[in-house]
């Protein structure tokens, strides 16, 4: 959306909180959670057209999952907001020539998954069933995937996991939460029901969810890749990563932006899923 029709938005949602500001705010929030794009055209299907295809199932929610089979490490792969498994395409060559077991998924409202609504910690709820279907050695998460990969390994044992790569990845939930706030323009009135609406539904406050604090419990060795210039998730949030997560190094790269798609990257992720 343009910054025009961003603010037109917010200026519509701010003038209705001052009639119902629990309204304007449930609003705010479907808004925030509504991906506008993540769903399949034909090309990037057809990249996806050589694996084996299997549904999954979480509660009431469907998970498209793609299996890329090799005889290494099985890598399950966590894309970000507003895309889809095959945003992975540019790593495949890299990947099967390690003979990695390669398993892809589709996000909550993404790609071939069932919903039309998003958040991370159902996305991790995802990764968990998927996680539980495949055994991964390997997480790798770009974006709101990293930030998922986190969740679901705090809140579940997956102790097959060995090793997880976060390219991108935003270090806390309120960073990301006052950032929509800011760009829309919300009023205080939206913007502490917005703080409402998540501690009613999920039982904790909004800065309880930072996937930096989570990562000081993960005993998998972690990769950090982040981007000094990327625009959507700031720099600052590796730093915070690499601070709080003990068994982890840090990878800085310029020029690369927030999708981290670039040759030069891959070895480092390569060196580090080999290294012992």
Same mark, same amino acid.
């Given at each position: 959306?343009s910054?025009?029709v961003?603010?037109?938005?917010?200026k519509?949602?701010?003038?209705?909180s001052?009639?119902s500001s %629990?309204?304007?705010?449930?609003?705010?929030? !479907?808004?925030f959670?509504?991906?506008?794009?993540g @769903?399949? *055209?034909?090309?990037?299907?057809?990249?996806l *057209?050589?694996? $084996?295809? %299997?549904?999954?199932q979480y509660? !009431?929610? &469907?998970?498209?999952t793609y299996h890329f089979k090799?005889n290494?490490?099985t890598?399950?792969?966590?894309?970000?907001? &507003?895309? *889809?498994?095959a945003?992975?395409s540019y790593l495949?060559n890299d990947?099967?020539?390690q #003979?990695?077991n390669?398993?892809?998924l =589709?996000g909550p409202?993404?790609?071939q998954?069932?919903?039309?609504?998003?958040n +991370?910690i159902?996305?991790?709820e995802?990764?968990?069933v998927?996680? &539980?279907a495949? $055994?991964?050695?390997?997480l790798?998460? /770009?974006?709101?995937?990293?930030?998922a990969?986190?969740?679901?390994m /705090?809140?579940? #044992?997956?102790?097959f996991? $060995? %090793?997880?790569v976060?390219?991108g990845?935003p270090a806390?939930?309120?960073?990301?939460?006052?950032r929509y706030?800011?760009?829309?323009?919300? *009023?205080h009135r939206i913007?502490?029901?917005l703080?409402?609406?998540?501690?009613?539904?999920?039982g904790k406050p909004?800065?309880?969810?930072s996937?930096a604090?989570?990562?000081?419990?993960i005993?998998? %060795?972690?990769l950090?890749?982040?981007d000094k210039?990327?625009?959507i998730?700031?720099?600052? =949030?590796?730093?915070?990563? +690499? !601070? @709080?997560?003990?068994?982890?190094?840090?990878v800085t790269?310029?020029?690369?932006g927030h999708?981290l @798609?670039d =040759?030069?990257?891959t070895?480092?992720?390569?060196e580090?899923?080999?290294? &012992?």
């Amino acid at each position: 959306m343009s910054s025009l029709v961003v603010k037109s938005i917010g200026k519509a949602l701010n003038a209705t909180s001052l009639i119902s500001s %629990k309204y304007a705010s449930k609003k705010a929030l !479907n808004l925030f959670a509504s991906p506008r794009k993540g @769903r399949y *055209n034909e090309s990037q299907l057809k990249v996806l *057209n050589k694996a $084996k295809y %299997k549904m999954l199932q979480y509660e !009431n929610h &469907e998970i498209a999952t793609y299996h890329f089979k090799g005889n290494s490490k099985t890598i399950l792969l966590a894309h970000g907001w &507003e895309s *889809n498994a095959a945003r992975w395409s540019y790593l495949f060559n890299d990947l099967t020539a390690q #003979d990695y077991n390669i398993i892809l998924l =589709d996000g909550p409202a993404h790609g071939q998954s069932g919903g039309k609504q998003f958040n +991370a910690i159902l996305y991790s709820e995802f990764i968990n069933v998927v996680a &539980e279907a495949f $055994k991964p050695e390997v997480l790798i998460g /770009h974006s709101v995937g990293g930030m998922a990969s986190v969740f679901c390994m /705090h809140n579940h #044992d997956l102790d097959f996991v $060995k %090793k997880m790569v976060l390219l991108g990845a935003p270090a806390h939930f309120t960073g990301v939460f006052t950032r929509y706030k800011t760009m829309m323009g919300y *009023n205080h009135r939206i913007s502490e029901g917005l703080d409402r609406i998540v501690f009613e539904r999920f039982g904790k406050p909004t800065d309880y969810f930072s996937a930096a604090n989570f990562t000081k419990d993960i005993q998998a %060795k972690g990769l950090i890749i982040h981007d000094k210039k990327d625009c959507i998730i700031p720099y600052e =949030d590796a730093l915070l990563f +690499a !601070n @709080r997560y003990a068994n982890s190094e840090l990878v800085t790269t310029e020029g690369f932006g927030h999708s981290l @798609r670039d =040759d030069s990257i891959t070895p480092y992720i390569i060196e580090f899923l080999n290294k &012992e």
